[in-house]
């Protein structure tokens, strides 16, 4: 509907899934330990969901803080994810868990990691349906949600850099992060933990994950990102601070993990 | 401290409510947007492209056939009419009805639309092609006012708006006697008011008289214009305000009602006028400014000296730009005692839009430069900035730096309580959100505390009629021009009435403005309604009690000083009583009236027989605690506590709610509101996705903003609180920004960006040119 309002190509007809209860909802699949999001969740279901807050609180927290209360409460985990992932704080959560959508149709279904995104909205062929999102669990994983708010708490970000450290091992890999209103496309900084030196010396963990995240940055830049330069931020500032908010969200990621 | 209190009024307390609250939040309020009169069309501006040109010829033919279009109008139907030469405005008549001969900024009207419904006046509008042949134009005021600057307006070659200018005191000698001085400079940017309600106007022409409802802070001086437009006889203009969403100052001039009266009469019908969120950025604005300040000071840490230089961009219309010169100027040099002081103030026109009053009346940009300043000569003296200005500030007895009296001085009070709720471990936190108070939960997180403190004048000499009437059923009617912008001057007024009179509020009715039945009121502005129409109305209530006591003397029997009043019941002393209803069904007139005028006149110095420059002053400060993030730039003002001078509270939630909603209102035009214009003049963000105002989400943690009443056995002069604190968020978060990390903004807004950019400049200046860590 927001398409059709700013006068986007759209089609003749419409077929509302909204409820759909296949559709909604937040479940565990046993078999998996992943977490199924039914895509027409609301954010505000999902943000207060006692599953998804155990398995998924990155996502959970990126949910309550997206949009606004009224938009929380309408807006879809779906709708939220395909329409402009860019500009998405549940999408950088998702794609630092690992999370994917579940595309299904009738012969099957098929699973889209959600940093596979392309810039806009994910192509699904005529017979599809996207019916929810599969999250690897988190529980007792590390998590971290750093959202750079140049106008007010009221606005969207200038920046959010999505953060999730997963549990065990002890060592320093499995940090993955991930940002978004940073450039016009969803920017998946990858693994982080691989900059930090297991004996812990040389420059600081902070600086080195800083440039990590800075180093993907400018990949991503190099593959076709194009960082958005708008009245919130500059792309020059956007670009000098995504490895300061890692280097923090990794430390309180880190903190977060359960021993 | 001594000489106030904060007494709250016996019998009212906090549990009283704004009188309209409920109707507001229920969103029942009539605004004017939902007025609708029989057989109404809608009209649409088109707008110029350019900031400067000739308008060459418009092309109108696919507009006019549009669907639902009435008709085009456009300069040649104002010259038809005879009315081309017209020019109308507040404090300058430079504004046309509509652009004839020439464009002076992009989003000048040329042409108006009117249609059957408004989305086909939108459509239409956009059909219209125009031929304006494009001139060179100019934006900054010290680029206008240079002597080979292009002319804005034919007829004014120097581009000067308005020049104000006052000296005082020996100012050579004092130069040279001066331990230190120092000279800085600062700007402010241009910003929107964006009250939530935009500018609408409905107008209808019935046997030659015009009705018009219209968002107006003004409608008596809005009625005087469409008088004078249209030829008319006063009894001819009927002007209605219904209560506004908001103002702050940008509805405080005739802007459409002119056009949209004359397009009702060209086309025979009603028509109305509302704005879309983009034109209220080409509609008004707020003035950039830059500021020049100079200031001397002695070795004990007192100024003998301050001048300042002020250059204000007025865009291409005047405005209230002649009231924002002055009153910047003469806030600029703050309220401190100074020996020889000397302003210059200059307003230019610019190719921008026009930029009108705002909240603050320029004390805002004044106070960014004067009290940052005041900051960095008591750091070249190494002195606490609190303490420097405890020394300076003026006090009873005093004179300002204008030379005049500083009359009932409370500045120093206002400084100290707002400090000590800063310094308090238990502030008073009925107003603060539920947040906890953050701490440095990182490294780059440095805190810092600022004040500010403001002075700010009221519009002298201006004038206010009231009058208060007792109706048959025994209630009252308060009438006056005072304009309902949420600000709450209704409760304000019927208290005022009801105390007067002796009876309770749901026997009190205030009645919004409708020139044929409430008298003539100068301006809803200036912070001065409380003060000058409460006091007509104060006056008018008294002038009916006298009336309503004779009659219930004759009812009674007995003098009417030996009555006393209780309940809406006058009441002799030996307990025989008579209510208001009876005393009005017996004197069998529709209706009981008393009538006052109250005049502000400017108090005459009795030693140099001058006018003084207000009669009296808006008088704030705060203190504020900030924490700056070094690596982002982000600054969060965790703790805010204003205070403000009351003189007597009215309405204890009204002037709590003032107070707050004057920080809160400034936080957003200190950390991020900012108005950008391309290279055609063109205004950005014009959309309130990108143009943000702060919300509750943002009010600091701790937060309080007291209103300071004098002792109940001395003088009460009733004071507004609408702009009393706005002006001092800026330059004591500003302080407090410069206090945290050592770096000095010398522009608005302190966006993260800009102060990052600030701080990495410092660090590489320190270092020696290495960049920041």
């Known amino acids: 509907m927001l398409a059709r309002r700013l006068g986007k190509p759209t089609g003749d007809r419409w077929i509302s899934v909204g409820r759909l209860p296949e559709l909604r909802g937040v479940d565990l699949d046993t078999s998996t330990g992943d977490l199924a999001i039914g895509a027409a969740t609301t954010l505000v279901d999902l943000a207060s969901s006692p599953l998804a807050r155990i398995h998924a609180p990155l996502l959970t927290a990126a949910a309550g803080a997206a949009a606004s209360a009224g938009i929380r409460s309408i807006a879809t985990i779906g709708g939220n994810l395909l329409d402009t992932p860019s500009a998405s704080d549940p999408a950088a959560a998702a794609v630092a868990l690992g999370a994917s959508f579940v595309v299904r149709s009738a012969v099957g279904e098929r699973l889209v990691p959600v940093r596979a995104l392309p810039v806009s909205t994910l192509a699904v062929e005529a017979n599809e349906l996207v019916v929810s999102l599969r999250v690897p669990s988190g529980a007792g994983a590390g998590w971290s949600l750093q959202r750079l708010q140049t106008q007010g708490r009221g606005d969207r970000p200038a920046l959010t850099v999505a953060v999730h450290v997963a549990t065990g091992g002890g060592g320093p890999a499995g940090i993955r992060a991930a940002a978004t209103f940073l450039a016009d496309r969803l920017v998946d ?60 969200a990794v430390a309180e990621a880190s903190g977060r993990r359960a021993a | 401290m001594t000489g106030h209190s904060e007494r709250r009024w016996a019998g009212l307390d906090s549990s009283d409510p704004m009188m309209d609250a409920l109707e507001r939040v229920t969103g029942r309020t009539r605004y004017a947007i939902d007025v609708t009169v029989p057989g109404m069309a809608h009209v649409v501006l088109v707008r110029s492209p350019v900031p400067a040109g000739r308008i060459r010829r418009l092309e109108t033919d696919a507009a006019s056939r549009a669907a639902g279009v009435l ?10 009419a005879g009315l081309a030469g017209v020019r109308f405005g507040t404090m300058a008549k430079d504004q046309p009805i509509l652009g004839v001969e020439y464009v002076s900024f992009a989003g000048d009207a040329i042409a108006a639309v009117v249609a059957e419904t408004a989305a086909q006046a939108h459509a239409a509008a956009a059909l219209v092609v125009p031929h304006i042949e494009r001139a060179s134009a100019v934006f900054d005021p010290d680029e206008a006012l240079a002597a080979d600057a292009v002319t804005v307006h034919p007829g004014r070659p120097d581009n000067v708006l308005g020049r104000w200018q006052l000296a005082n005191g020996a100012l050579a000698s004092a130069r040279s006697e001066a331990a230190f001085r120092m000279r800085h400079e600062f ?67 005739a802007k459409h009602e002119p056009l949209v009266a004359f397009v009702a009469r060209l086309v025979g019908r009603p028509v109305r006028l509302a704005n879309r969120r983009e034109d209220e950025f080409v509609t008004v604005t707020k003035h950039p400014a830059r500021i020049s300040i100079e200031s001397g000071v002695d070795h004990g840490g007192r100024f003998v000296y301050r001048t300042a230089r002020l250059r204000w961009s007025g865009g291409a219309h005047a405005l209230s730009s002649l009231a924002v010169m002055r009153a910047g100027g003469i ?92 310094e308090s471990a238990t502030p008073d936190r009925r107003a603060s959100r539920p947040r906890p108070e953050p701490g440095l939960d990182h490294p780059d997180r440095r805190r810092g505390r600022g004040v500010a403190v403001v002075m700010k004048h009221t519009i002298t000499p201006s004038r206010s009629e009231a009058v208060v009437a007792l109706r048959p059923d025994g209630h009252v009617e308060v009438r006056t021009s005072a304009v309902d912008m949420g600000q709450g001057s209704p409760t304000v007024l019927a208290r005022i009435a009801g105390r007067a009179l002796g009876i309770g509020l749901d026997r009190v009715h205030p009645i919004l403005p409708d020139t044929a039945i409430t008298p003539f009121d100068a301006t809803s502005s200036s912070s001065r309604v409380t003060f000058a129409v409460g006091e007509a109305v104060e006056r008018a209530a008294r002038d009916l009690l006298d009336r309503l006591l004779e009659a219930a003397s004759v009812a009674l029997g007995v003098p009417p000083d030996e009555l006393h009043r209780s309940d809406g019941r006058s009441i002799a002393p030996d307990g025989r009583q008579v209510d208001d209803a009876a005393v009005a069904a017996r004197i069998r007139l529709p209706e009981l009236t008393g009538t006052a005028t109250f005049v502000n006149e400017p108090a005459e110095d009795v030693e140099t027989g001058k006018p003084v420059s207000s009669s009296h002053w808006h008088q704030g400060a705060l203190a504020v605690q900030v924490a700056v993030d070094r690596a982002t730039g982000v600054v969060e003002i965790e703790r805010a506590h204003g205070a403000a001078w009351a003189g007597e509270v009215v309405s204890v939630p009204g002037a709590r709610l003032q107070n707050e909603g004057n920080v809160i209102f400034g936080l957003g035009q200190t950390l991020w509101e900012r108005l950008e214009f391309d290279a055609d003049g063109r205004p950005s963000p014009v959309t309130m996705l990108d143009y943000r105002i702060p919300s509750l989400l943002d009010v600091p943690a701790a937060f309080t903003a007291v209103a300071l009443e004098a002792e109940p056995s001395g003088h009460r002069e009733r004071h507004g609180l609408g702009e009393s604190l706005i002006p001092a968020v800026a330059p004591a978060v500003g302080n407090a920004v410069a206090a945290a990390v050592d770096v000095r903004l010398v522009d608005l807004p302190l966006h993260p960006e800009r102060v990052r950019a600030a701080i990495v400049a410092a660090d590489e200046s320190r270092n020696g040119g290495a960049t920041m860590a």
């Open chain 1, 189 to 248: 900084l990858g693994d982080l933990g691989g900059a930090v030196p297991a004996d812990g010396r040389g420059p600081s963990t902070a600086a080195l994950i800083a440039d990590a995240a800075l180093a993907a940055t400018d990949r991503a830049l190099q593959a076709g990102a194009v960082l958005l330069d708008d009245t919130r931020a500059s792309a020059g500032y956007r670009r000098a601070v995504v490895g300061v908010l890692a280097a923090r």
């Open chain 2, 71 to 80: 008709r085009v109008v456009t300069g040649e139907d104002v010259e038809a």
């Open chain 2, 187 to 253: 700007s402010s940017p241009a910003a929107q008011h964006v009250s939530l309600e935009p500018h609408v106007c409905l107008a209808r022409w019935e046997d030659g008289q015009l009705e018009t409802w219209t968002t107006s802070q003004n409608p008596s001086r809005v009625a005087e214009e469409l008088i004078r437009i249209f030829n008319l006889e006063a009894g001819q203009v009927r002007l209605h305000v219904p209560s506004l969403g908001g103002a702050y100052g940008g509805k405080n001039h």
């Open chain 2, 331 to 422: 806030a600029v040099l703050g309220p401190y005692r100074i020996p020889a002081a000397e302003v210059e103030s200059v307003v230019a026109y610019t190719n921008l839009p026009p930029a009108g009053s705002f909240r603050g009346l320029g004390v805002n940009q004044a106070a960014w430069a004067g009290e940052q300043q005041v900051d960095l000569v008591a750091a070249e003296l190494g002195l606490d900035p609190i303490e420097f200005r405890r020394r300076n500030l003026v006090r009873a007895g005093d004179r300002l730096w204008t030379g005049e009296p500083a009359g009932d001085a409370r500045w120093l009070d206002c400084l100290e309580r707002a400090v000590a709720d800063l």
